[in-house]
Each structure stands twice: as structure tokens, then as C-alpha cells.
């Protein structure tokens, strides 16, 4: 056997081929298959960002306020703006006219109601969120949460609203100036509806959010599997090594069952099931997090495109019993690959990277 094979040979034996059931949504899971990455493949261009501090011809620049729909909100003032929000001119769902729910049969429509913002993030067109100041990074956040007030309380049939950011076209991001958006609609997604549902039926069996208990983990636990008849150690678990960074108030985590192969979450370290809530001083903890999070992922994988979007609690009464099972939270998912017909026909995320090693990979970053 020469080198080469010898090496496959032995890196195959090393590969992780299993399926790990998401402890939050059991119904999902996610085929981890490390050989797979081992596969030959075209290797990728590297998207080359762009830099540029203005564009005379972008609307989310800085003195082209008028390409825009009004500002419904300024940080710190309309003149000097470093956060500008305003409504989305192609709006997924909008308010513009009322139409009747419709049943059909089997077939049923509900009115797109709703709203659909556009958080610019900054006043210039190429900086990176990881190359924002800390500070920044909370005056945003706290933007997102004034926005989620203000829609709640305004129209009783908001039922929930999502904050995402798309980052690069292997996101959907169609305009380079940074920006993030804001979708208020008359329904609960379905994986949050989800989310909420298991959390709720964990928390009746065991009277524990079960957010806290996987935290809980990432910060106590280990243990040996031993072979029941030779006693040998078939695996030693120390799920602290999928923490990637720890502060005062926050925890950024590497998934067990990673849907995406650097899939990175962040949650509050102390009990908190609605966004709103979050007070400044967290805001602050977690804006550092947050930014130290995406120059991470930035460096391991020069240059990033991904997704986030944030999971919070919906108002309404109907959620009330849910405050002490339900845990909001930051999800990061960088897009490093396109859904095969596998993961389309199944259902089952494939991921070639163990999610062990892109913790790794991430806490070894220096700073």
C-alpha cells in the first residue's frame, strides 16, 4: 500500500458516519458523513467582498436617502444616521390592501398581511459586521428590539416577527451594502412553532427549559462509553468541546447536530425566553460575542457567506405558558455548500465536517 492509500486508509477509519437526532427538535436530524468531504470536488472561488465605504449608485448609501421609503427610524438622527430603517420596496408580505382568507377544498390561503423592513446596518456600503465596533453591533440589536415592540403592539395580528440577515449571494443577499431585514406576519414558522412545541412537552417531563440543560452540558459534562463485554472505551464525551466562547452573560455553541457545517448558535447563559427583555447591558455582552463569533468564521473560512436569524418567544397570550420552557436565541449559519437531492428527498442534512473539529477550528482562532 502506498503513502497515499495508506493515509485514506487511515483517515477513513477516523471518518464519522452517523446520524444525530437534534436534542431540541427531535424530529430532525442530521446525517454527520466526514468521508464525504473527502470526495473530489471543484474547489470554489473565493467571492471577493466589496469594499468600498460609498457607491453613488447604491440606495443603501449615506446621501441617497430618496431611493429609499422614509426612514421609520434613525440611529442617532436622520443627518448623521449609522442605522436606518426603513420599509422593504419588494415587500414579501405587506398591509397595503386586506384580503379574505380562502378555503377551497383541501386548499387554503391565508392573507399575506403583515410587514417587511429593511435594517441598513451601517452607514458604509462595505464594512463587514465583524469588522463593526462592539458598540455598533448593540445600537443594532437594540434597533431589532424596538422594531419587534413597536410591531407587536401596533396590530394585534402580527403573530410573529423574524429578524434575519442575509451575507453574500450564497444567502440570497441581492444588494452588497450591508443590511439585515425584518418580516412581521400573521403565522408562526414552522420550525419555530416546533422549537416551542418540543420545548414545551421536555419541560412538562422534566421542569427544565431544555435550552438551559443543553448549556448546562456544554459546561459540565463528560463521560466514557466502555464496550459492555470487553470493556474497552468505545468514546469519551466532553460536550464542553463544543462551546466556542464563553462571556459574563452569553454563550456562543457549535451544535451537536449541526444542520450546517459551521452552524454556530448563541444563546443568553441565564434563562430568558423573549428578545425584548434583553437589556442593554446584555445587548452590550452580546454584541462582542457576536462580533468576535463572525471574525472567527470570517478567518477559518476567508470570507464568509452566511445567514442569521433569531428565535424569540411570540406574544400573545397563547404563549404565555411557554416563559419558562422556551429559551430565545441567535442561530449563524454560514452557506459553504448547496442542498443536494439527498437532503431535498429526505429531509436529512448532510454534513462532511464534524461538528468536534469545526469547534475546533473556530476556538483556535486568534484574536
Not at 452607514?123 to 459586521?129: K, L, T
Not at 439527498?342 to 468536534?356: R, Y
Request: with cysteine.
Amino acid at each position: 500500500m502506498n503513502k497515499n492509500n495508506s493515509d485514506n486508509a487511515q483517515t477513513e477509519s477516523r471518518a464519522i458516519r452517523e446520524i444525530r437526532i437534534s436534542p431540541v427538535v427531535p424530529t430532525e436530524s442530521v446525517l454527520v458523513a466526514t468521508a464525504r468531504g473527502m470526495r473530489p470536488k471543484k474547489k470554489e472561488e473565493r467571492i471577493e467582498r466589496d469594499t468600498r465605504k460609498h457607491v453613488d449608485t447604491c440606495p443603501f448609501c449615506r446621501g441617497n436617502e430618496h431611493m429609499t421609503p422614509p426612514a421609520l427610524m434613525t440611529i442617532p438622527d436622520e443627518k448623521n444616521w449609522q442605522i436606518r430603517i426603513v420599509e422593504n420596496l419588494f415587500a414579501i408580505l405587506g398591509d397595503d390592501e386586506k384580503r379574505p382568507n380562502l378555503v377551497m377544498g383541501l386548499q387554503q390561503t391565508i392573507d399575506g398581511y403583515g410587514r417587511h423592513e429593511v435594517i441598513i446596518d451601517h452607514s458604509e456600503h462595505g464594512i463587514a459586521v465583524f469588522e463593526m465596533q462592539p458598540e455598533h453591533f448593540a445600537k443594532m440589536f437594540n434597533a431589532y428590539r424596538y422594531r419587534l415592540f413597536d410591531l407587536y403592539q401596533a396590530d394585534e395580528r402580527i403573530r410573529y416577527v423574524l429578524v434575519f440577515k442575509n451575507f453574500g449571494p450564497a444567502a440570497g443577499a441581492s444588494i452588497p451594502h450591508t443590511h439585515s431585514q425584518l418580516i412581521a406576519m400573521p403565522v408562526i414558522p414552522e420550525n419555530v412553532h416546533s422549537e416551542i412545541h418540543h420545548s414545551q412537552a421536555y419541560y412538562e417531563k422534566h421542569h427544565q427549559c431544555i435550552f438551559c440543560g443543553l448549556i448546562d452540558e456544554a459546561l459540565t459534562f463528560e463521560a466514557t462509553i466502555y464496550d459492555r463485554d470487553s470493556g474497552e472505551v468505545r468514546r469519551k464525551v466532553d460536550i464542553g468541546q463544543y462551546i466556542i466562547e464563553r462571556t459574563e452573560h452569553f454563550i456562543a455553541i457549535k451544535p451537536f447536530a449541526s444542520r450546517y457545517e459551521w452552524e454556530v448558535h448563541i444563546f443568553p447563559l441565564k434563562h430568558q425566553a423573549d428578545f425584548i427583555e434583553c437589556s442593554n447591558e446584555l445587548l452590550d455582552d452580546f454584541a462582542g460575542l457576536l462580533q468576535r463569533t463572525m471574525k472567527r468564521l470570517d478567518t477559518v473560512l476567508e470570507g464568509v457567506q452566511y445567514n442569521y436569524f433569531m428565535h424569540t418567544l411570540p406574544h400573545g397570550d397563547a404563549y404565555k405558558n411557554n416563559q419558562n420552557s422556551y429559551h430565545w436565541h441567535l442561530e449563524i449559519t454560514p452557506r459553504t455548500s448547496i442542498p443536494t437531492g439527498f437532503e431535498l428527498g429526505s429531509g436529512l442534512f448532510v454534513n462532511t465536517i464534524s461538528p468536534e473539529e469545526a469547534a475546533q477550528q473556530l476556538r483556535d482562532v486568534k484574536f
